[in-house]
């Protein structure tokens, strides 16, 4: 099935919202993922160095608010012309670099996810989460394809 307009729609709308609180949903994201991969902290540059998650890092923020505006075009591209190419040619050499393998991305649509499901509140529902996973999966499968 194509990504319909109803969906880019409900990915901009919680992308925008997303925005409005980027300094608390960010730090929510990274808690997410180090719950659920605690080695992934040694990771990033932006955290290795820090006792928890940084509450008030204007780079952790920069970083997160990148990944979720990624998937946000994402969904753009499915919508507009049915597949995703990336605008960013080094994205598959950092993830080589850093050794990311696939399980880390199955945690980082999980946490995106749950994030996402906490930056709508009750307007959540299946069919915006469906919207969310689409854009990632097929985002994360062009970064994995550079990656190769
Ligand atoms: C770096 C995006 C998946 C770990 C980056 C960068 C981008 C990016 C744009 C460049 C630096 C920045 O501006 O943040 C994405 C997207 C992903 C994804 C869109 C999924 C669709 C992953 C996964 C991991 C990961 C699964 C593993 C936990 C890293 C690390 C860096 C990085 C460690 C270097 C960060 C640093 O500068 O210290 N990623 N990434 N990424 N990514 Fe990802
Ligand atoms: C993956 N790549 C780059 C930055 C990130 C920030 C938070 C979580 C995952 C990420």
Redesign the pocket.
């Given at each position: 099935m194509s990504f319909t307009e109803k969906q880019e729609t409900l990915v901009n709308s919680s992308w925008e919202a997303f925005k409005q609180n980027l300094p608390s949903y960010s730090v929510l994201f990274y808690t997410i993922i180090l719950e659920k991969?605690p080695a992934?902290k040694g990771?990033?540059?932006?955290l290795k160095d820090s006792a928890g998650v940084p509450q008030n890092d204007p780079k952790l923020q920069a970083?997160a608010e990148?990944?979720f505006g990624?998937?946000r075009d994402s969904a753009a591209q499915l919508r507009a012309k049915g597949e995703v190419v990336l605008t960013?040619a080094t994205?598959g050499g950092?993830?080589v670099q850093?050794r990311?393998a696939d399980p880390?991305?199955v945690?980082?649509k999980e946490a995106l996810l749950q994030t996402i499901k906490e930056v709508v509140g009750n307007t959540w529902s299946d069919e915006l989460s469906t919207a969310w996973e689409v854009a990632?999966d097929e985002?994360?499968s062009a970064?994995k394809k550079a990656m190769s």
């Open positions: 991969a992934a990771l990033f540059s932006f970083h990148k990944v990624l998937v960013d994205l950092v993830h850093k990311v880390h991305f945690v980082v990632y985002l994360a970064i």
